[in-house]
């Protein structure tokens, strides 16, 4: 879709890549500042910290070590990877252990990061079709109502998580042009800094270094080298925390420790028949358990229920990864159930904003197949594999966020064929090719 005919003036600042970071950062605070004066600060603060993020950064802050996840001491813990709790509790340490003054600095904080994913957004953009392209994904971006909310009402690592994937995605296809040594050193770095942020992205890493191999210049065996470099980088980065956790809970625990509880939370006796009320399986008895049995017992239990279930289950569990698939990519199973039972005007809007970006985006990457799009396999790599995870255990669209960045190229990429045909001009993705048409 590319923009009317305008005066040079406007079409420059539509295309701004200062504007749309402004915005960015713009719609989220105008939120955050709505949304605070609805709720006191000391119920909104002590509410956000009472998670899994909050409790292991109080730890950390008090000084008893990267532990107790779950509010009640609990000793050492692998829960979560360790990046954003330590940023958490550097805040606690500056501000205030669950102060408001250390919840609005993360906030502020986690805007921060969704005003600076704009600029890979915008840069692979470039590369995908030119300015029009890269503008919508990145005014796509700054508007989208869920992208607007979740800095706000989640002090975890989402926001961080979709400045890292974008970048990643943005790094992969400068440094597949690149023959500079230090090029894939810091490629390698960033992607040990997101392992210890969010795991589920290192999905991706397999199938971006397979695209850079196969797109070397460098003939093999050679082109393996350097695709070599950057996983061994990516790993050693990790090292540090595998140590850790193979000191603490004597077990081989790279990334977190928490799948067998993600995994049970979605596969359990609650889902088949008969249907019970209250649930035969609670959050809070399987935390009360954790208290009891200790991390590393109860997460090796948790799994082996959810696998027996599984196995158990075959039928059922197709149904729930169906529905979790759903979950995960619009946020709720039965979308038209919801339209009629939240009837405003902002909840449609919502609703209608989260159904049509997926929708869009399968679009757009349809279009990229079918024109054979040179950045056609890393720009999927992240859309398809990444949710995997999401699709056997448990899905909400928090867990989507980070590779919202994504969807909203893919989507572009639609619009901007969808525009090219109204204005009878073939679209600019089928002659576009990794080089960017702008400086990078």
């Known amino acids: 879709m590319s923009f009317p005919k305008l005066p040079p003036a406007i079409g420059c600042l539509l295309t701004s890549l200062t504007l749309l970071i402004s915005l960015t950062a713009a719609t989220r605070l105008i939120f955050a500042v709505i949304e605070s004066k609805k709720i006191p600060a000391d119920q909104l603060s002590r509410a956000v910290f009472e998670t899994e993020t909050g409790s292991i950064?109080?730890?950390?802050?008090?000084?008893?070590?990267?532990?107790?996840p779950y509010e009640r001491e609990s000793g050492p813990t692998a829960i979560l990877p360790p990046v954003y709790p330590l940023i958490v509790a550097a805040i606690f340490k500056i501000s205030g252990i669950r102060s408001a003054a250390s919840f609005y600095i993360l906030v502020a904080l986690n805007i921060a990061f969704a005003a600076l994913t704009c600029i890979p957004i915008y840069k692979i953009g470039l590369r995908l079709g030119g300015p029009s392209t890269?503008?919508?994904a990145t005014w796509l971006w700054a508007l989208f109502p869920n992208g607007i909310f979740i800095p706000f009402e989640w002090i975890w690592e989402t926001s961080l998580?979709?400045?890292l994937a974008a970048t990643l995605l943005w790094a992969t296809l400068r440094v597949s042009e690149s023959s500079n040594l230090?090029?894939?050193?810091?490629?390698?770095?960033?992607?040990?800094?997101?392992?210890?942020?969010?795991?589920?992205?290192?999905?991706?890493?397999?199938?971006?270094?397979?695209w850079m191999t196969v797109h070397s210049k460098i003939r093999f065996p050679k082109n393996?080298?350097?695709?070599?470099?950057?996983?061994?980088?990516?790993?050693?980065?990790?090292?540090?925390w595998t140590i850790r956790n193979l000191a603490v809970f004597?077990?081989?625990?790279?990334?977190?420790?928490?799948?067998?509880?993600?995994?049970?939370?979605?596969n359990n006796e609650n889902y088949s028949p008969?249907?019970?009320?209250?649930?035969?399986?609670?959050?809070?008895?399987?935390?009360?358990?954790?208290?009891?049995?200790?991390?590393v017992p109860f997460m090796d239990e948790e799994k082996r229920k959810a696998v027996a279930f599984i196995r158990s289950n075959p039928a059922i569990f197709a149904r729930l990864t169906l529905n979790r698939a759903i979950q995960f990519w619009i946020g709720l199973t039965r979308p038209a159930d919801a339209w009629r039972t939240y009837p405003s005007a902002k909840d449609h809007l919502i609703l209608l904003s989260n159904l049509l970006a997926p929708l869009l985006a399968a679009a757009g990457a349809v279009i990229l197949i079918v024109k054979r799009h040179p950045l056609t396999t890393p720009l999927l790599a992240l859309f398809v594999a990444y949710p995997a995870v999401y699709y056997i255990s448990h899905a909400s669209l928090r867990y989507r966020h980070p590779v919202d960045p994504i969807l909203f190229l893919l989507a572009a990429c639609a619009l901007t064929e969808v525009g090219s045909a109204f204005r009878g001009r073939p679209a600019r993705l089928n002659q576009a090719n990794t080089k960017s048409p702008l400086p990078t």
């Not at 950064?57 to 107790?68: D, I, N, T, V, Y």
């Not at 393996?224 to 540090?240: D, F, M």
């Not at 399987?286 to 009891?292: A, F, G, I, T, V």
């Open 57 to 68: 950064a109080r730890s950390l802050a008090q000084g008893k070590g990267f532990s107790s």
């Open 134 to 136: 890269a503008s919508i």
């Open 161 to 163: 998580a979709a400045l």
């Open 182 to 210: 230090r090029d894939f050193l810091l490629y390698g770095a960033l992607w040990s800094l997101t392992l210890m942020t969010n795991p589920a992205l290192g999905a991706a890493l397999p199938i971006f270094l397979i």
């Open 224 to 240: 393996l080298v350097r695709p070599t470099l950057v996983l061994t980088i990516a790993l050693l980065g990790c090292v540090p």
């Open 250 to 266: 004597h077990r081989f625990i790279p990334f977190r420790s928490g799948f067998g509880f993600e995994l049970y939370i979605g």
């Open 274 to 295: 008969p249907l019970l009320y209250p649930p035969r399986v609670s959050f809070e008895r399987e935390q009360l358990r954790y208290l009891h049995m200790g991390e």
